[in-house]
């Protein structure tokens, strides 16, 4: 089982690499007591059987650099395939300032080749490779050293099983001519906006059933601060304060040290120093923020407005789309994307791309009346009404 701990291992396994068409990539990493992830263990596997070609890099090691890593993934002959690339690619993205293309995602090609909603890695190996994926060392430390055996074999078993996943979806994306799907679902993933998070923007992630325009921003203004104190010192956001605390002190709006230490959902460590102190200023922005830079609320779909006898029939032409195309529903609309059509949208992604041809198109005709919705035994099949 190869180990890589110094740069010039790396130059050597990259080099090796190139001559490849694909190679496969997963990452371990710490996330419980940061914002940003810690990079513990990358993996690799070139083509080949078994723990041939396969590798594991040690970032940690003092006499690493992840450069010729880089330099691989920006090599654009030589295709880099995860599983459900999203988080190693935001890790890629801030440590390296790089993302790898090109890229395969085997998580959102198995949702396209009939494998259903939840494509997990474990169950793309044991239907595809027929074996069985140990996750015992799952959750172990990973920053700590020396690794376990039991540690580096399940770590390699995430890359050299990937290969084989990767040649059978790609061959069954390249049959049935939707490879091009794929790779219109892979662009976001490739856009480096999709990996920032800015301060100001922190607030919508914060759920609130009050649509009052100063609450709103208090909350812009205290999630602003817990963003930028979160980033700053390195800690979950979650540490700083929870949502719960936020939206009490939207409520509260404390102007002192005294009526801080009042807030019940408040944890000990931010009702003094510097997070008190942010907190504070925070509350007196939102109370002193102009009107006419006060957050409004995004406009919310009024029930009145969605037909529910389309929006039911709607759905039941996504499960029979669903079904005749063998791509995860999730993937084609969600149920406010139904609703919205039901009301009127338009401007959906559900209605561009290969989902207009999916289920775009005749979603539009049901909803003009061209084409209804007939049962044929277990079938659910659409009829056209046009005169």
Same mark, same amino acid.
């Given at each position: 089982?190869?180990?890589?701990? /110094?740069?010039?291992?790396?130059?050597?396994?990259?080099?090796?690499?190139?001559?490849?068409?694909?190679?496969?990539?997963?990452? !371990?990493?710490?996330?419980? #007591?940061?914002?940003?992830?810690?990079?513990?263990?990358?993996?690799?596997?070139?083509?080949?059987?078994?723990?041939?070609?396969?590798?594991?890099?040690?970032?940690?090691?003092?006499?690493?650099?992840?450069?010729?890593?880089?330099?691989?993934?920006?090599?654009?002959?030589?295709?880099?395939?995860?599983?459900?690339?999203?988080?190693?690619?935001?890790?890629?993205?801030?440590?390296?300032?790089?993302?790898?293309?090109?890229?395969?995602?085997?998580?959102?090609?198995?949702?396209?080749?009939?494998?259903?909603?939840?494509?997990?890695?474990?169950?793309?190996?044991?239907?595809?490779?027929?074996?069985?994926?140990? /996750?015992?060392?799952?959750?172990?430390?990973?920053?700590?050293?020396?690794?376990?055996?039991?540690?580096?074999?399940?770590?390699?078993?995430?890359?050299?099983?990937?290969?084989?996943?990767?040649?059978?979806?790609?061959?069954?994306?390249?049959?049935?001519? #939707?490879?091009?799907?794929?790779?219109?679902?892979?662009?976001?993933?490739?856009?480096?906006?999709?990996?920032?998070?800015?301060? !100001?923007?922190?607030?919508? &992630?914060?759920?609130?059933?009050?649509?009052?325009?100063?609450?709103?921003?208090?909350?812009?203004?205290?999630?602003?601060?817990?963003?930028?104190?979160?980033?700053?010192?390195?800690?979950?956001?979650?540490?700083?304060?929870?949502?719960?605390?936020?939206?009490?002190?939207?409520?509260? &709006?404390? /102007?002192?040290?005294?009526?801080?230490?009042?807030?019940?959902?408040?944890?000990?460590?931010?009702?003094?120093?510097?997070?008190?102190?942010?907190?504070?200023?925070?509350?007196?922005?939102?109370?002193?923020?102009?009107?006419?830079?006060?957050?409004?609320?995004?406009? &919310? &779909?009024?029930?009145?407005?969605?037909?529910?006898?389309?929006?039911?029939?709607?759905?039941?032409?996504?499960?029979?789309?669903?079904?005749?195309?063998?791509?995860?529903?999730?993937?084609?609309?969600?149920?406010?994307?139904?609703?919205?059509?039901?009301?009127?949208?338009?401007?959906?992604?559900?209605?561009?791309?290969?989902?207009? !041809?999916?289920?775009?198109?005749?979603?539009?005709?049901?909803?003009?009346?061209?084409?209804?919705?007939?049962?044929?035994?277990?079938?659910?099949?659409?009829?056209?009404?046009?005169?």
């Amino acid at each position: 089982m190869k180990t890589l701990t /110094k740069t010039s291992e790396l130059e050597d396994f990259c080099r090796q690499a190139r001559e490849h068409a694909y190679v496969t990539v997963d990452t !371990e990493f710490l996330r419980e #007591r940061t914002y940003y992830s810690k990079l513990c263990l990358v993996q690799m596997a070139m083509p080949g059987e078994g723990d041939e070609g396969a590798a594991l890099i040690d970032p940690l090691a003092g006499e690493m650099s992840l450069a010729p890593l880089y330099e691989l993934f920006r090599d654009e002959d030589v295709v880099k395939v995860f599983h459900a690339a999203r988080q190693d690619l935001e890790i890629f993205c801030h440590e390296g300032g790089v993302l790898p293309q090109p890229l395969f995602d085997t998580q959102v090609a198995a949702m396209v080749c009939g494998f259903g909603d939840q494509a997990g890695y474990e169950t793309l190996v044991r239907k595809i490779v027929r074996k069985q994926v140990d /996750k015992g060392s799952r959750f172990t430390d990973w920053a700590r050293r020396p690794l376990s055996e039991a540690q580096k074999a399940y770590a390699l078993a995430d890359v050299t099983h990937l290969r084989q996943v990767y040649e059978f979806l790609a061959a069954r994306l390249e049959e049935s001519g #939707r490879t091009g799907w794929v790779e219109e679902e892979i662009d976001a993933l490739l856009d480096p906006e999709t990996y920032v998070v800015r301060p !100001e923007e922190a607030w919508k &992630r914060v759920k609130t059933r009050t649509s009052s325009p100063r609450f709103l921003a208090m909350v812009r203004e205290l999630a602003r601060f817990r963003e930028e104190y979160a980033q700053a010192h390195n800690v979950p956001r979650n540490r700083v304060f929870k949502d719960e605390a936020l939206l009490e002190l939207a409520s509260t &709006r404390p /102007k002192n040290i005294q009526e801080l230490g009042r807030t019940r959902l408040l944890m000990r460590e931010a009702r003094k120093g510097p997070i008190a102190e942010g907190i504070l200023q925070a509350v007196r922005a939102g109370l002193e923020a102009d009107p006419d830079t006060l957050v409004m609320p995004e406009r &919310r &779909r009024d029930r009145a407005q969605v037909n529910p006898a389309l929006a039911d029939l709607l759905r039941v032409l996504l499960k029979a789309r669903t079904e005749s195309s063998g791509v995860a529903s999730k993937l084609i609309a969600s149920a406010a994307d139904l609703d919205a059509i039901a009301a009127g949208e338009r401007d959906l992604p559900a209605l561009r791309g290969w989902r207009r !041809e999916v289920f775009g198109e005749e979603a539009l005709k049901l909803c003009n009346g061209e084409i209804g919705i007939r049962v044929e035994g277990h079938r659910v099949v659409t009829v056209s009404l046009g005169g």
